[in-house]
């Protein structure tokens, strides 16, 4: 393999938000023009609850998948104190839906309508398990009294280690892991527990988020943390280790919902996601390690055939805009301005 150009089967990003309404028609193009499925989340205004709110859903997406492109969303349902057996089932029996997402109520951008207590909904979960569909976690504790770099490892410890003990065989992914805690926590795990890692909890730390100005476009949940962890999150994404697969967490807001005293969680990396992994794996002198993670081992885990198309990427510098339309605003990518290293290979690479 020339160390300039590498192709690999077309990856898919386990961990995506698309937003709804006029956002697809920016978000959705970002997604498809590199990613073959993306795992969608539901924490819409109101949430996707229902197996039919998830089909509606899928259908604005597909709606908005540039014409000749093969994308395929892959459509997750929002756990509320509600969720009921009956859903769990019709999730199960459908080939659109392929997870339930788990947000504790308050952790998040629109997590209001999440569980409150995770214990009562344990007949729900078991459900899950006996089906063997798939639990994604948003991991964070919603104590007010816990500290905000600390939450991922308490949720760890008091929500998601009783949780693997009382029901051992749920599938279930801890989604856009942040610390050595939660990748030791997975590593010990049987194969039923896998988790996603963000390019940015890959590229950045909180020094990039609060030294020399508070800058809110590195604002995402779970926040950024020390180096140590991020070093952690290197070595867990380059190892090799088929339980750690790609998830972008690519979340998009408005540049004055960001730009704000009261800033928004996300950072939008799909303009540049997988570009941008690349890169760090290229960084790390992993580059052989890239299709496992970012195009094998996400499908293994959901039992997913594999992509059998194939992508090229070429080591030439570009740089990322300052800005996409979204709705009646902007949104600011990752990067933004910013030189990539690497480009997927077009019609430019081919004359
Ligand atoms: O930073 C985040 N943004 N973390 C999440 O968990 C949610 C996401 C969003 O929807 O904006
Ligand atoms: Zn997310």
């Given at each position: ?12 990003d386990w961990h995506l938000h ?90 998040t ?28 976690i948003h991991g964070e ?7 905000i770099f600390?939450r991922e490892k ?19 992914v801890l989604e856009h892991i942040t610390t050595s805690n939660a990748v030791q926590f997975v ?8 988790a996603t890692i963000t390019p940015h909890h890959l590229m950045y730390n909180r020094n990039d988020l609060l030294?020399?100005?508070?800058r809110?476009h590195f604002y995402c949940l779970p926040i950024l943390k020390r180096n140590t962890h991020q070093h952690a999150l290197l070595e867990a994404a380059t190892g090799?280790?088929?339980?750690f697969f790609l998830g972008t967490d690519s979340a ?13 969680a996300g950072i939008y990396s799909a303009?540049?996601a997988?570009?941008m992994y690349?890169e760090i794996f290229?960084e790390c ?8 993670f970012a ?39 990752m990067r ?16």
């Open positions: 393999m020339s160390s300039d150009v590498l192709s690999i089967i077309q990856p898919d698309f937003r709804d309404g006029n956002a697809l028609a920016t978000t959705v193009p970002h997604t498809a023009k590199a990613f073959a499925r993306a795992i969608v989340m539901p924490n819409l205004k109101p949430p996707v609850t229902t197996v039919a709110e998830a089909i509606a859903y899928r259908n604005r997406i597909l709606a908005a998948v540039p014409s000749g492109n093969n994308f395929q969303p892959l459509m997750t349902l929002y756990f509320t104190d509600q969720l009921t057996t009956a859903e769990i089932e019709l999730a199960s029996n459908n080939d659109f839906v392929q997870a339930v997402k788990y947000y504790p109520a308050g952790a951008t629109n997590s209001e309508n999440g569980v409150t207590d995770i214990e009562t909904t344990y007949p729900v979960i078991e459900r899950m398990e006996e089906l063997g569909l798939p639990l994604l504790s919603t104590d007010s009294k816990v500290d600390d308490v949720f760890i410890d008091s929500t998601l280690a009783p949780l693997l003990a009382r029901f051992p065989t749920l599938r279930v590593e010990q795990q049987a194969a039923n527990v896998a030294v020399g100005g508070v809110p090799g280790n088929p339980k998009p807001h408005g540049k004055a919902d960001k730009e704000n005293s009261c800033g928004c303009p540049g997988l570009e690349t290229d002198g992993a580059l052989d390690k890239l299709e496992g195009s094998f081992f996400g499908a293994d885990f959901y039992q997913l055939p594999r992509n059998q198309s194939r992508i090229s990427l070429t080591r030439r510098k570009w740089e990322m805009a300052e800005s996409f339309e979204l709705n009646k605003d902007v949104v600011v990518p933004a301005k910013e030189t990539i290293n690497w480009h997927i290979v077009d019609a430019t690479d081919e004359k």
